[in-house]
């Protein structure tokens, strides 16, 4: 579930304070811990994501 949440608050471009903070807000320990995760489920890195977004990325999580 952390994982879910993790991806819809990048989705949303939130929080400012960066991946660690996001990390901590969704119940991972550690930012890495996050981006294990991330990377095992999509393929890519969370700061690869972000750059990378676009709206059909956001659409589909909508879905």
């Given at each position: 579930m952390r994982y879910y949440r993790l991806v819809e608050a990048l989705l949303a471009d939130a929080?400012?304070?960066?991946l660690a903070q996001l990390a901590a807000m969704q119940g991972y320990f550690d930012?890495?811990?996050a981006s294990r995760d991330f990377r095992r489920y999509t393929g890519i890195g969370q700061a690869e994501f972000r750059r990378h977004?676009?709206?059909?990325?956001?659409l589909m999580n909508t879905l």
């Open positions: 929080p400012a304070g960066g930012q890495a811990h977004l676009n709206g059909i990325a956001k």
